[in-house]
């Protein structure tokens, strides 16, 4: 059921300026994006029961359309001014972002400070949630997104998206800022903090994670997956999704093959 959003949907977020904040991000070289927010409660999106409330674009195409242009920029809040401060994470905007949320990844992070405290050496958000959000810069080459790396940690990358402060929760707070230290290099214990028997499948909800890339390149040691192919019925089916061994002849000449169903797995 779509809801029709309130003419109050169209206002100024009750959190902050975001326009202004969008500007002064997008002067630090930050490719935005205009996302919908949260109004009493619900997503300016106008579905009842939104599931990414306050949390996804506005705009199609966001992955190539995020601009740190300001005319860009004032256009986008001329029509949408209450919009959510997005930031297309990656090589763009040249920031990884490492996302910690709720009671696992407040453990998680505090088990990574305590074993390197130069982690909370950098720039420091805090989202609505009350999750943390922390910067660093891209170093380059592919790195790719990945979800629960860790117990309660996603990392934000190429192709990525996350929510930038003074922008408004559906919790009822805001998004703000802990620490506007100069963003740093990704520290090497965050680098090897992947663990090889994690399958850190991507959520099938998450928009934020919908364009992800796949493919090589630096991943913080996050698993290539397989690409998954359409299935449909028949020999030929079979024949594209599976590898052969040991054939034996069919009808008309056609090779049916026996298939392995435990395709390999190659780790970066």
Known sequence: MVRKPSEDSYKKSPCGEGE?????????????V???????????????????????????KWPTLATSEPAKIKAWWRKWPNSNVGVATGAGSKIVVFDFDGMDGEQTLKSLVDGDPS????RIHRTGGGGTHLFFRHPGGTVKNAVRRLSGMDIRADNGLIILPPSSHVSGRCYSVESEQPITAI????????????????????????????????????????????????????????RWKNHFQGSKGFDIRKCSTSPDVSWQ
């Not at 202004?20 to 935005?32: N, W």
């Not at 982690?119 to 950098?122: D, K, R, V």
């Open 20 to 32: 202004l904040a969008a500007l002064r991000y997008a002067s630090e070289g930050f490719q935005i």
């Open 34 to 60: 205009p996302c919908h927010s949260v109004e009493q409660g619900n997503c300016t999106c106008g579905k009842s029961e939104c599931r990414k409330a306050g949390k996804h674009p506005r705009i199609r």
């Open 119 to 122: 982690i909370l050496s950098t």
């Open 187 to 242: 520290p090497d214990s965050l680098r090897n903090c992947h663990k090889e028997d994690d399958d850190h499948k991507e959520s099938k909800d998450d928009d934020e994670m919908k364009s992800m890339k796949q493919g090589g390149g630096w991943g913080l040691g996050v698993r290539k997956r397989p690409r998954k192919k359409k299935r449909s019925h028949g020999i030929s089916a079979i024949k594209s999704d599976w």
